[in-house]
């Protein structure tokens, strides 16, 4: 859950995002700014990531670890996410690639496929 810290930076950015977005002619996607807060209304001890408003005014959040390890996920509406999953393997150079469109619990599996729940918990 988020907790009242992480609510509000979340509700500042996306807020500046909007903003910014108006400028520009971009409206924020009301569709995906429900799922962002379900998405991480739910998701325990989460952490801050990067957003961005695309300029289709979907949200989308990214995450990085000092390893290489890379996670994104572009909130689309009616519970479903795009995602993008780097996974940098323990000592090797190699690194495993995923995208696609999913639920948000088909996505919290691949997350934990990969060993990657760390990078949006806390």
């Known amino acids: 859950m988020l907790g009242e810290e992480q609510y509000q930076a979340y509700r500042n950015r996306i807020e500046?995002?909007?903003c910014f977005g108006e400028l520009d002619g971009i409206s924020v996607n009301q569709a995906s700014e429900k799922d962002f807060w379900s998405f991480f209304g739910a998701t325990p001890f989460v952490l801050t990531a990067e957003t961005v408003l695309l300029?289709?005014?979907n949200l989308r959040v990214i995450r990085d670890d000092e390893d290489g390890n890379h996670v994104r996920?572009?909130?689309l509406g009616n519970?479903?996410?795009h995602y993008v999953i780097f996974r940098r393997r323990k000592r090797s150079s190699h690194v495993s690639r995923v995208?696609?469109?999913d639920t948000f619990n088909g996505v919290r599996r691949r997350l934990r496929l990969f060993?990657?729940?760390p990078l949006l918990q806390a």
């Open 16 to 18: 500046e995002l909007r």
């Open 55 to 57: 300029d289709n005014g």
């Open 73 to 75: 996920l572009q909130f």
């Open 79 to 81: 519970g479903r996410l």
């Open 99 to 101: 995208a696609g469109r």
């Open 115 to 117: 060993e990657l729940e």
